[in-house]
């Protein structure tokens, strides 16, 4: 599951915005920012860009990704929830020596007590202890959908990641497809780390380096902009 420290409001996109593409000129055309400009000035034609396959996978990571973050943002409410309701999976044991220690399970609790026959009737109050709370926490989870949600969220990831990985198999055509795979490995990593450590910024610059000189290139072409 994602850092419980996370969070972020998204708004839900389109799916399916005009794909766009880098006009190719011919390499005797010099490059820069009017070079769309001469190669169509005289004519009443505008190229249309040739759609990218990058830029399609882009638009279903994009959407699989926020559907994703608006899961994680809605488990962490129901945690919240369960928070208030569960006091907590634990409880406190206390041995013939004076010794006290936290469990968490009854795995944990073999570990404190050991062979030690004298704490047989402590064991035996902790482990009902143990059940109780963990009874309590299944009966208000279920009731608030929380294992729903965690499902949800777990299955959202996962499609995230492989739209990810599909992502980075296919090749780019266009500027645009470059800027889509910068966009999504920049908002897969920098939203779960700090964003102005290494190599986020340096990411983050170039994805708008290329989105600056394709905009210049093909003013009315699609340029994945995920702003994060």
Known sequence: MADSDHSMSFVRVTRRLALGGLFVVSSE????GNALARATAGTDVVPTPAPDPAVEVWHDWN???????WRCDRLQE???ALAERVDGLWTVVSS??????????KAALDRFIGERTDMAEIRAKAEAELDAR???????ATEIGYFEGLRAEQAGFARVAALLEALSGTPAVSLSGVVGKLD?????G???EDRSAFPWPQIRSAREDLMRIGRQLTPHAFFPDGRR
């Open 190 to 192: 920098a939203d779960w």
């Open 96 to 105: 013939p020596d004076g010794e006290e220690t936290i469990v968490c399970s």
């Open 184 to 188: 999504a490995v920049l908002r897969n």
């Open 78 to 80: 129901l945690e919240a």
């Open 63 to 69: 959407a699989a990704y926020e559907q994703a973050m």
């Open 134 to 140: 963990q009874a309590h926490f299944e009966v208000v």
């Open 29 to 32: 055309w010099p490059l820069g």
